[in-house]
């Protein structure tokens, strides 16, 4: 039985938008028999003020007494991935939930759902679902991922959402996922050859390597749009993160020859790799497809904006 929860919000120049995660943490419905704590961290930020996060979780925290938190800062700015494996190693929880600073716990009773979930399925990692909104959590967008995906998921061989990650890129949100502390202990912690991209090699490496991911039926966190990973001007570093990740899966031998061609065509999209005249002509489908799920996605994400316009 799960009796400890750690959740942790990671910081780098953006403090100012923790209050509409603190809020949903501390309107959690937290049962008498689970200990949760809090902690916050911040990657050096020059702009960092513990005193004033301190006021604010105080007069947050007024309403819920049973969730103890701590503030740490870095003595250096580390880089997202290096944060994060610092940030794990001070945690005391049975069950691992992460927090993205401008994200929500989706209801009062979303970690009250987590913990049960892993009860109940015996599991080391879990991801949910989460509702993607507009800036400013103004309109519900969608929902993710997709329930088309759920059989790929719900497979005890998860070869084919391994697949379906080479061929199409990251269907796991590191923001809505969630871990049991005994799966760092069998495993290496997130990769520190990349500087902000945690979640997609991590997730690569666990599925190669035989473990399971396992899909909870349930929103879980409010996402908003518009951050390092959703920006439309994709972070250098981000960007170069990317580029490293890929050409390490179109040497990797679980990618077949049909991956590797989706793995050229994002890496020439990134200008990190060149297309020969006859590798371009073999990958017109992939183009196509690509192009299309574009066309598509746009068309569908109009259809749901007129939909909650007009009310029908």
């Known amino acids: 039985m799960i009796r400890t929860v750690s959740i942790f919000i990671l910081l780098y120049k953006n403090q100012e938008l923790i209050k509409p995660a603190l809020q949903s943490i501390f309107s959690q419905k937290i049962p008498d028999e689970l200990e949760v704590e809090l902690i916050i961290s911040d990657d050096a930020s020059p702009c960092f003020d513990c005193r004033k996060l301190n006021y604010l979780i105080d007069e947050i925290s007024r309403t819920n007494k049973k969730i103890r938190h701590k503030i740490l800062r870095q003595n250096q700015n580390l880089g997202t991935v290096k944060h994060l494996n610092s940030v794990l190693t001070n945690l005391c929880g049975d069950i691992i939930i992460p927090l993205g600073v401008d994200d929500a716990l989706y209801d009062e009773y979303t970690i009250h759902s987590i913990v049960d979930f892993f009860n109940n399925n015996q599991c080391l990692v879990v991801t949910g679902r989460r509702v993607i909104y507009e800036k400013g959590f103004s309109k519900e967008l969608y929902r993710a991922p997709s329930a088309r995906l759920d059989p790929l998921f719900m497979s005890e061989d998860q070869s084919k959402l391994l697949s379906y990650m080479y061929k199409n890129g990251n269907v796991i949100s590191g923001a809505s996922t969630y871990y049991h502390r005994e799966l760092f202990k069998i495993t290496d912690s997130f990769d520190e050859n990349y500087h902000l991209l945690e979640d997609f090699p991590f997730y690569i490496k666990l599925l190669s390597s035989g473990f399971r991911i396992h899909l909870m039926d349930r929103p879980v966190i409010k996402y908003q749009l518009g951050g390092i990973s959703t920006s ?47 590798e371009r002509l073999g990958l017109l489908d992939v183009v196509f497809i690509n192009h299309l799920r574009i066309f598509i996605g746009r068309y569908i994400m109009l259809w749901r904006r007129l939909r909650k316009f007009f009310d029908f």
């Open 232 to 278: 439309d001007h994709i972070n250098p570093l981000l960007k170069a993160d990317f580029v490293k990740l890929y050409q390490k899966l179109l040497i990797d031998s679980n990618s077949g020859k049909k991956h590797r061609r989706h793995i050229q065509f994002k890496l020439f999209k990134f200008d990190a790799y060149k297309l020969s005249f006859f």
